[in-house]
């Protein structure tokens, strides 16, 4: 299993980024998708995750700004961040629980200042 997170960077408060994760070695509709981020400093977190029905669950701190949705033909999932605010500051990795292993995708960093 290879996950790909990838559209990381720096955007001014209350600017949007799209990440995106493409995976390879399973198909991303059958399975749980998850983004976690990592602030400096603090524990990782789970930011929001979609199921193989389509159901969406996302944290508190970013219900109503992030969106999680994923491409079926591309096998990718994406995070689209609106209305960032510097504590999103954070590397994003998306994650996958596979046959009981982690999956984990190389982190992107995103920096939200002015």
């Known amino acids: 299993v290879q996950l790909q997170a990838s559209g990381g960077g720096l955007v001014q408060p209350g600017g949007s980024l799209r990440l995106s994760c493409a995976a390879s070695?399973?198909?991303?509709?059958?399975?749980?998708m998850n983004w976690f981020r990592r602030a400096p400093g603090k524990q990782r977190e789970l930011v929001a995750a979609?199921?193989?029905?389509?159901?969406?669950n996302y944290a508190e701190s970013v219900k109503g700004r992030f969106t999680v949705s994923r491409d079926n033909a591309k096998n990718t999932v994406f995070l689209q961040m609106n209305s960032l605010k510097p504590e999103d500051t954070a590397v994003y990795y998306c994650?996958?629980?596979?046959?009981?292993?982690?999956?984990w995708g190389r982190g992107t960093q995103v920096t939200v200042s002015s």
């Open positions: 994650h996958l629980l596979y046959r009981g292993s982690d999956s």
């Open positions: 070695g399973i198909i991303v509709s059958n399975n749980v």
């Open positions: 979609i199921t193989s029905a389509g159901s969406t």
